[in-house]
């Protein structure tokens, strides 16, 4: 793995396409913080924050959308995109701020914008690798990037909510604003090739097609994202994740309130810094568990319910911060897996389709479970909600355990199409 990644960091597009995740997922950490904690200030609702925060989750449920633009749209000239739109909104709120005009109104008109700019990163990032980093170095790509995007997740979490204690949430938006500028410089400079013609020095986006082109072949394109799926393992994979997505919807609706009774602002974004540390560290493992049956590291979420379940009903605050993040380490390795699982059985021209499809299968129940969550949390109280979502990692582990074929899913690094019932076009042309 060492000479793997210094081979990776000699590759001057991953080194920008890196700083650039680091530094814009800095700027998603910092307005999600901040525009949720001031709902829960400004409201006081659970309810409030919790469809908030189904607004700022609504990629999730809509990447499907975006997956045919992925793969045809000029990639460099959509990740500079989203990064000036962020920037500009959320340089609005202090200024509505110092207007008097700062409303929870506000915040629901400047989340869907700050949701759409965000829309195509997700499976922009699968379809984009591909073609700046060869086949080999991919499981290394996809650990280095989730664990700076991870552990800076943890890292301004945890800064947000001291900053929002100590100077107040509009005043971080002013430094939210610089992240998206640096992040659009430096992906300005990214050269992306063709999974084919990595090699070589033409820069392939250049030459993608025109708006009108990819708009035509949409519907086809859409449907070929969900027929490759249809009938495969994958579609019991996407359940797993979809449950556990919606209990994790239910959690970060009510995790403002759920920090507040702990100990404020600064509880709140230490509880969100543990949930990045407990993903880090599990991303940081995946490459040396590469080797272990895929089966066994799903089964493995079953340990992350039992600590979460402890963290709710912990005896102190450090001590719930400290098992609320060792929740998150089997979510964290499994994740990074499934990115490489899908860049290794899934064709490159496919990737961008795939991805969005499985990501809004599995990850429209997130919003949806940000929505339930405030509702469930202004009748059961928070601490029971926070205990009940404890589930969702739970459901993974017995519903694999219950299935033979997942359970026996073979390591990613010998993985091929067939174990997952995959049939490719290449394959039936051989028959």
């Not at 500009?88 to 949701?115: D, R, W």
Request: hydrophobic share 50%; with cysteine.
């Amino acid at each position: 793995m060492i000479a793997g990644e210094r081979s990776l960091w000699h590759n001057r597009d991953f080194r920008r396409f890196f700083a650039g995740q680091f530094v814009t997922n800095a700027g998603d950490s910092l307005y999600t913080v901040a525009v949720l904690w001031l709902a829960f200030e400004l409201s006081g609702s659970s309810l409030v924050t919790g469809a908030l925060n189904a607004i700022l989750l609504l990629p999730w449920l809509l990447q499907i959308l975006a997956g045919p633009l992925v793969d045809r749209l000029p990639l460099r000239s959509v990740l500079v995109g989203s990064q000036v739109v962020q920037g500009l909104v959320v340089l609005a709120l202090p200024v509505t701020a110092v207007t008097g005009h700062l409303s929870v109104g506000v915040l629901f008109a400047v989340a869907p914008i700050l949701m759409l700019a965000t829309l195509l990163m997700a499976p922009m990032e699968s379809a984009l690798l591909p073609r700046i980093v060869t086949e080999e170095r991919l499981s290394d790509a996809n650990s280095a990037l989730a664990t700076v995007t991870l552990g800076l997740d943890m890292v301004f979490d945890a800064l947000g909510g001291g900053f929002i204690a100590l100077f107040g949430a509009t005043t971080l938006f002013l430094t939210d604003s610089i992240t998206f500028a640096v992040a659009a410089l430096l992906f300005a400079g990214i050269t992306i090739g063709t999974p084919a013609d990595r090699e070589g020095t033409e820069d392939a986006d250049d030459s993608a097609p025109s708006v009108g082109s990819v708009l035509r072949s949409y519907r086809s394109d859409l449907r070929a994202g969900v027929d490759v799926l249809r009938g495969t393992l994958f579609v019991e994979l996407i359940l797993t994740t979809a449950v556990a997505n919606f209990t994790t919807g239910v959690a970060l609706a009510i995790l403002p309130a759920f920090g507040d009774g702990l100990g404020g602002p600064a509880v709140y974004g230490l509880l969100l810094g543990a949930l990045g540390i407990g993903r880090l560290v599990g991303s940081i493992v995946a490459p040396y568990v590469e080797g272990v049956p895929y089966g066994t590291v799903l089964v493995s979420q079953g340990v992350g319910a039992g600590c979460w379940l402890a963290a709710v009903f912990a005896p102190s605050p450090a001590a719930t911060v400290v098992l609320f993040g060792l929740a998150w380490v089997p979510a964290g390795a499994s994740g990074v897996l499934t990115a490489t699982l899908n860049q290794r059985v899934f064709p490159s021209d496919l990737l961008g389709r795939v991805s969005a499809t499985k990501g809004t299968a599995s990850g429209a129940t997130l919003p949806l479970g940000s929505l339930v969550g405030g509702l469930i949390a202004e009748s059961l109280g928070t601490t029971t909600t926070m205990a009940l979502a404890a589930s969702g990692f739970g459901f993974t582990a017995v519903y694999v355990l219950s299935r033979p074929r997942l359970r026996r899913l073979p390591p990613v690094d010998a993985a091929t199409p067939s174990d997952f019932g995959l049939e490719l076009e290449s394959d039936r042309s051989t028959e």
